[in-house]
């Protein structure tokens, strides 16, 4: 019987996609054809969201018209700010952020799927994107909520709205951040939201079945679990002994390692430990960053032999906290840089592959059994 299934949709191809390409051998990753190092080094999240979305990189004509649209949107309707503001304080900050979408979902009676409709209620979903998840931040920190303002830039005018300020060089790395995390094909965020399109639901209701699966701890947990055992081991003394006893003894899996596309580095990663590197300034951000260096480098020595090597969430959660962000938000960030990527598959997949998606289980429960009332059971 188990042959004729396959757990976790493994090897199951359920589109054709131009958006992201992934060699998992040689560790390369493009989308629509461009590196995605050299976009994080070269380009915008607003240039590569309008890549991903309108299939080729914008002209300054496109890119500003697009950009004002994007960030026109980052107005949120006072009932979405004042359910957010009204969840438990201990709330999840992803937990905020699905309630926010689904709020915005009951906006939504009967969405028209077409091109104009599409790519229109996209921008929007950025611009609110942005607001959701710096609101989020602010009302877990106990901050007022703010109308986040237009800077030179999507980067800019989130980390504005988060801690009212920023540099250039945090920027660049947010900027960058939110390039690398755009796409990466179909992980089961954008499964989940690619099943609700294929029913023709609308864009918002997408978006939040997206982030109620990236909420589990084996799809957007990692950067935080990674950079919780780096708080652990607390010194770069501590790497030998603390990594002896926790993976190799009781032959644990190292978070940060391992893929199951790659066989080799993560190619994200470069960049991330890049920035990793350049924006550690206090001396516990260098704690940190040297921590993580030590840890790498027993993995790749113990692990590297089996293809498991460093993912791109080993360095990200660094960069994160270097940014100025705390711990519980470091999913948060994942998915807000992740939403161009699954409105681009989900406008995909409705445009130009449209079916239901609607998988078989083969059942293998009792045979015709006859009813019993209840007194008699
Ligand atoms: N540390 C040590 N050993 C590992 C690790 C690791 N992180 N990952 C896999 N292995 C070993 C396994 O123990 C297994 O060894 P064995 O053959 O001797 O039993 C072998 O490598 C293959 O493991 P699988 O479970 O088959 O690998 P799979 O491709 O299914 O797993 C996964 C991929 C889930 C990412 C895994 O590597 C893992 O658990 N990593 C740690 C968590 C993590 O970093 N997650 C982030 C993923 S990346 C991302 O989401 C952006």
């Not at 460093?310 to 705390?326: I, Q, R």
């Amino acid at each position: 019987m188990s042959e004729a299934i396959s757990p976790g949709l493994e090897n199951v191809n359920i589109k054709y996609t131009e958006l992201t390409y992934i060699d998992g051998i040689n560790g390369i990753m493009r989308y629509r054809g461009y590196d995605v190092n050299e976009l994080a080094a070269r380009s915008s999240f607003e240039e590569v969201s309008y890549l991903m979305l309108f299939g080729k990189l914008p002209n300054y004509d496109q890119l500003n018209e697009f950009k004002n649209h994007v960030l026109s949107n980052m107005v949120l309707p006072d009932y979405v700010l004042s359910t957010m503001k009204s969840l438990p304080k201990k709330s999840d900050a992803l937990a905020i952020m699905q309630t926010a979408f689904s709020a915005l979902s009951s906006n939504e009676n009967n969405y028209q799927w077409n091109k104009e409709n599409d790519k229109k209620t996209s921008m929007a979903i950025l611009g609110q994107a942005l607001s959701i998840v710096a609101n989020t931040y602010r009302i877990k920190e106990g901050l007022d909520t703010v109308t986040p303002e237009a800077h030179g830039s999507y980067a800019e005018s989130f980390l504005n709205a988060c801690f009212g300020e920023s540099d250039k060089e945090k920027v660049r790395a947010m900027d960058a951040a939110l390039i690398l995390y755009m796409d990466h094909e179909i992980p089961a965020s954008t499964t989940a939201a690619l099943v609700t399109a294929s029913t023709l639901s609308d864009m918002y209701s997408s978006i939040t079945s997206a982030i109620t699966a990236l909420r589990g701890p084996l799809h957007g947990g990692a950067a935080e679990s990674a950079f919780k055992q780096f708080l652990e081991i607390k010194t770069p003394d501590n790497v030998d002994s603390w990594f002896q006893k926790n993976i190799i003894e009781p032959r644990k899996r190292l978070v940060g390692f391992g893929h199951r596309v790659y066989r080799t580095f993560d190619p994200r990663l470069k960049t991330f430990k890049e920035y990793a590197r350049s924006l550690a300034r206090t001396q516990e951000q260098k704690n940190l960053l040297e921590i993580a260096t030590k840890l790498e480098n027993l993995g790749v020595k113990n692990f590297g032999g089996k293809g498991i090597y460093t993912n791109t969430d080993f360095y990200s959660g660094l960069v994160f906290n270097e940014l100025g962000f705390p711990l519980y938000m470091f999913t948060s960030l994942f998915g807000l840089s992740r939403i161009s990527g699954i409105l681009a598959h989900i406008i995909e997949y409705v445009e130009t592959q449209e079916r239901l998606i609607r998988p078989r289980a083969i059942y293998n429960g009792p045979g015709s059994m006859e009813y019993i009332e209840i007194e008699k059971r």
